[in-house]
């Protein structure tokens, strides 16, 4: 069986970024750019007044105020100004309105007395040049790169483009992934189970892991132990980019997902690797697509909730980032300490949900094995044990792979 670390380098050996494509901004959240992003102007592109208030020459507001000026003007934003500001004069302006000519400053509103064309300024601190000013350029220039090829697009750099005309930028498109559930035993979350059969807890997990990756999920049919109607639900994952199925992948007499994979034309890179939870895991690459896109990336998932969290952190989510053009490598994994002793026994290397406490310590939970789910629900993630018989002292250092942590 394959290390954890040889699994990983097979799966990225088949994980690259998938084809670039033009798409509308609203469609771009979580993109990666595939191309250079240039200003195509100055940014601002004149001076501009940064807010409400009278433009001023900063040289008729030296020594000790107030200063008394006359208004010749009044200037909203969207207006182009009319009048040079001489000598003791001034334009009342708004935020963003560009400044007038032989203006180099702007004192805010609360601080004047205006009387008709008339207006008192008392200013709380001495007026320099370009206080309240931005001036042309300050942002960008034009031709300036702003972003480049493997940048990801949040909402600020979605505005950014907005910002100099960038309305379909070239991105590497959020991976497609099908998520199969097997098992006469699964009765979808709504539904009371019957003798022997249990809620689909996978397909929700799995779905919210994928969209918290940045990737786009559908959520198949739950497939029954029938060989046609899964090769029917498999074929039609094979249409995506990545699919993931849950259950059916171990060696029992109904797992039936292997022979059907292989029956459709995926090809097993691997099936098994030193892992627990989650040694039964499958990865394969499927056919080509008729589009000429590569073959869809296929991770059999083991059916006990916990191998699938697992699963996913260390395989598909690398997979991901790599479809996705970032950069690939191993989930990231911080050193923690142990908050106490604790003794692993076990021939595989071990993921155990823990809580991590202040300081990056790190406390193993009481876990009863791969379908406890519900220890894992108030984990912050796992610590992970070497294969072997060890027992650890308070405060060893142990890497700890954090769950994904969704900001409110």
């Known amino acids: 069986m394959l ?31 595939a191309e250079a992003v240039t200003a195509d102007r100055d940014l601002p592109p004149f001076d501009k007044a940064l807010l409400d208030g009278f433009a001023v020459r900063s040289a008729d507001l030296e020594g000790d105020g107030p200063f008394d000026l006359e208004v010749i003007e009044e200037i909203t934003a969207g207006r182009v100004p009319r009048k040079t500001i001489g ?10 309105a560009p400044m007038p000519d032989g203006a180099d400053a702007v004192v805010m509103v609360e601080d004047s007395t205006r009387a008709g064309d008339r207006v008192t300024l008392s200013p709380r601190k001495p007026v320099a040049p370009n206080s309240g000013r931005l001036t042309k350029g300050r942002e960008m220039r034009e031709g300036e790169t702003l972003l480049g090829p493997g940048d990801e697009l949040n909402p600020v750099r979605l505005g950014l483009l907005a910002s100099v005309g960038w309305a379909t930028p070239q991105v590497v498109p959020r991976p497609a992934v099908a998520i199969v559930s097997t098992g006469d035993e699964i009765v979808p979350p709504d539904q009371a189970p019957g003798p022997g059969q249990i809620r689909n807890s996978n397909a929700t997990m799995l779905d919210a892991l994928v969209r918290a990756s940045n990737a786009e999920s559908v959520v198949a049919p739950i497939a ?53 939870p989650g040694k039964p895991l499958l990865f394969g690459i499927g056919p080509n697509r008729p589009d000429g896109t590569p073959g869809t990336l296929v991770f059999g998932l083991p059916g006990n909730p916990v191998s699938g969290v697992v699963g996913f952190l260390l395989f598909v989510a690398p997979a991901l980032r790599a479809l996705r053009g970032l950069e690939p490598g191993p989930a ?9 002793p604790f003794s692993h026994r076990g021939d595989r290397p071990t993921y155990f949900p823990a809580r991590l406490g202040e300081g990056l310590v790190v406390d193993p939970l009481n876990w009863a094995g791969s379908a406890d789910l519900r220890t894992v629900a108030m984990a912050d993630g796992f610590a992970a044990f070497e294969a072997g018989d060890r027992d650890h002292d308070a405060d060893t250092p142990v890497p700890f792979l954090p769950l994904p942590r969704i900001d409110p």
């Open 224 to 276: 029954p132990d029938e060989p046609d109607r899964l090769r029917e639900i498999l074929a039609e994952g094979l249409t995506r980019d990545v699919m993931l199925i849950t259950g059916g992948v171990s060696a029992g007499k109904l797992d039936l997902v292997p022979g059907t994979l292989e029956a459709l034309g995926v090809t097993a890179v691997f099936h098994k690797i030193r892992l627990k």
């Open 87 to 96: 000598p003791g004069q001034c334009s009342a302006i708004m935020t963003g």
């Open 3 to 33: 290390s954890v670390a040889e699994a990983l380098r097979a799966v990225l050996d088949h994980a690259q970024p998938l084809p670039p494509r033009r798409v509308p901004l609203a469609d771009a959240l979580g993109g990666v750019l």
């Open 332 to 340: 990231a994994t911080i050193t923690a300490r142990l908050a106490r």
